[in-house]
């Protein structure tokens, strides 16, 4: 193919681009495009290459149907030579003294040996993090009631701590889906980790391995797969999350890699049919210019808010599916009910993860916590239904204390999930800060085991927790750190003057 030609393809009916020499046909990916398919059209007939690394490492061409590459340049020396884009500086002067107040924090952020919780490391990233990057992290659907909740609902679980036991050793380490940890945390999956950092996944990766903990690798990531696995040290074990491409060889040839580079589960996530409304992320969005979504300020095209990214069309039959293409062991992300818990082991998944994504999905539903103790209670109560089989159960969300990790242990939990928490410690100090984060609830986790009267995570059970305020309390506080660093959502600004 020869550039001329490629060039007419510069339209929504035929929109052809070039990246890294390869020709794609992206005319029925333009509507699909989670980035809206503005900025694809503005490249349409032209080599894309350099805008196209900027946002995405050169595996999300996986994300592709095979058949779009259409075919290679045949004569890349007529390509027109990109000049650098001019940046024009259209801020206004509000905007202009707030960055340079932003600036001015960064310079004088406290020294990491100053940190002493994880709230400390939420309090520096949302005054020191791009408020665009900050709006995409910190950002929950509509009102954000679930997303506090997440965190507020720990608070209403309270200890009843055994006293006059030896605790002069406390051992914290656990196996998740049979891979040792040192502590029952992970990393949950956050897609574009790198806004916050520029080593993003990388530095998640790096931290995970010196501080033995997993890291579940998301599907989204802004470096490659192998890029991550490639930091990670060789026999660190690491998880996957998958959001399920409606295109099954797709899917197929993403898990195979996964396995290939030996991956030990696959988390495949269930509650996102269709994105949630992040109100926050879609003003800042607005306000940077880059938001090409419709009038009404939806995230996606109108109706059109499915792609193929992301099959509508996931059933509890596709679990077999799954188990039909790969041996890695597999967990549902995203379950909220106890019938699906059932559910999940009657489709022999070998887990689940309670979570909500973090309050980025449907709005008031209940905090994994609460949704855990339920779950458990109900496995207790029909101890048949577990009988004979190998089922670990996660939770995710507003976890920011050692307390929250063990309450969730003490409520059938194997191991409890961190999204937000470590992107902030990340964000304001790198890899570092991640390590630091993970010392410092590891800290918490053993001066609360000792409190607790317990040496091992295995002498865990119900009995140490009190649930009576868990259901009766919503809409209680998550305490006033958590409540000075939650940063509410905006009302709609007026224009600026220039
Ligand atoms: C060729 C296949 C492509 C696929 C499969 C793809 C996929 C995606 C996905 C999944 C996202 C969501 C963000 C994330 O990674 O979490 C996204 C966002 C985005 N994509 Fe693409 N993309 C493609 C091509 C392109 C091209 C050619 C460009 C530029 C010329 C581009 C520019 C962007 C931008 C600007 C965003 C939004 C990022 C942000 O606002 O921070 N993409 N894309
Ligand atoms: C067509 C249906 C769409 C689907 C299925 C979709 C799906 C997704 C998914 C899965 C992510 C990864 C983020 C996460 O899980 O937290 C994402 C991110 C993103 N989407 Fe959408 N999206 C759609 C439409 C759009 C449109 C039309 C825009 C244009 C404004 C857009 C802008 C973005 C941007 C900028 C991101 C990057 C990070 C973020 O803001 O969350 N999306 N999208
Ligand atoms: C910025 C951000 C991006 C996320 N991206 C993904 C994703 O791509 N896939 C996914 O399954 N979950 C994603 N999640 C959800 C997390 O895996 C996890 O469920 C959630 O963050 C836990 O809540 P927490 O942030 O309060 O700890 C994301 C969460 C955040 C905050």
């Known amino acids: 193919m020869f550039v001329e030609e490629i060039a007419t393809h510069n339209s929504a009916e035929s929109c052809w681009l070039i990246i890294d020499g390869k020709v794609y ?71 202009r003294v707030a960055e340079e107040a932003r600036l001015d924090r960064i310079a004088h952020k406290p020294d990491l040996s100053k940190i002493i919780n994880l709230y400390d490391f939420e309090a520096v990233a949302r005054t020191t993090m791009d408020p665009n990057g900050f709006a995409y992290y910190s950002s929950g659907t509509e009102d954000e009631i679930t997303l506090r909740e997440n965190h507020n609902a720990f608070k209403r679980v309270y200890f009843n701590p055994r006293v ?35 080593d993003g996944e990388l530095a998640l990766a790096r931290a995970a391995g010196t501080t033995g903990i997993i890291q579940m690798v998301p599907n989204l990531g802004l470096f490659g797969f192998d890029e991550i696995v490639d930091a990670a040290q060789p026999d660190q074990p690491l998880w996957f999350q998958l959001y399920v491409n409606r295109n099954k060889e797709i899917v197929k040839r993403i898990v195979r890699a996964a396995e290939t580079r030996g991956v030990k589960a696959l988390f495949v996530t269930v509650d996102a049919p269709h994105v949630g409304k992040r109100e926050k992320d879609m003003r800042s969005k607005f306000l940077a210019g880059r938001s090409d979504s419709d009038d009404n300020g939806n995230h996606g095209d109108g109706d059109k808010k499915t792609s193929a990214l992301i099959d509508t069309a996931l059933t509890w039959k596709d679990v077999a599916w799954f188990r039909s293409i790969t041996s890695m062991k597999i967990v549902l992300k995203g379950i909220q009910t106890v019938q699906d818990a059932v559910l999940a082991v009657q489709h022999h998944a070998d887990g689940i993860v309670i979570s909500n994504h973090g309050g980025r999905q449907l709005e008031t539903v209940r905090a994994p916590i609460e949704v855990l103790a339920d779950v458990n209670a109900y496995f207790k109560q029909h101890p048949e239904i577990l009988a004979g089989k190998q089922f670990e159960m996660f939770i995710d969300g507003g976890v920011r204390r050692g307390s929250d990790v063990l309450k969730a242990i003490c409520l059938g939990a194997r191991g409890v999930g961190l999204g937000r928490a470590l992107l902030y410690a990340m964000a304001g100090y790198g890899q570092e800060g991640v390590e630091k984060a993970v010392a410092i609830l590891k800290d918490e986790i053993v001066m609360c085991m000792r409190l607790l009267g317990v040496t091992s995570l295995n002498q865990l059970d119900e009995s140490y927790v009190d649930l009576a305020a868990l259901k009766g309390g919503r809409g209680s506080s998550g305490g006033a750190l958590f409540d000075n660093v939650y940063e509410p959502m905006g009302v709609v600004k007026f224009k600026a003057r220039l």
């Open 164 to 198: 006059l036991v030896d605790v002069t050793d406390v051992d914290q380490t656990t196996t998740m889906l049979g891979s040792p940890a040192a502590t029952p945390l992970y990393i949950s999956a956050t897609a574009m980790g790198k806004i916050g950092h520029e």
């Open 25 to 95: 046909d992206l005319t029925d990916f333009l509507d699909e495009h989670p980035g809206g398919k503005k900025i694809i059209l503005k490249h349409a007939g032209t080599d894309a290459t350099a805008e196209f690394d900027k946002f995405h490492p050169r595996d999300t061409l996986n994300f592709l149907a095979p058949e779009c590459c259409i075919g290679e340049v045949e004569d890349p020396e007529n390509l027109p030579q990109t000049e650098e884009e001019e940046v024009v500086d259209d801020s206004t002067e509000e905007e």
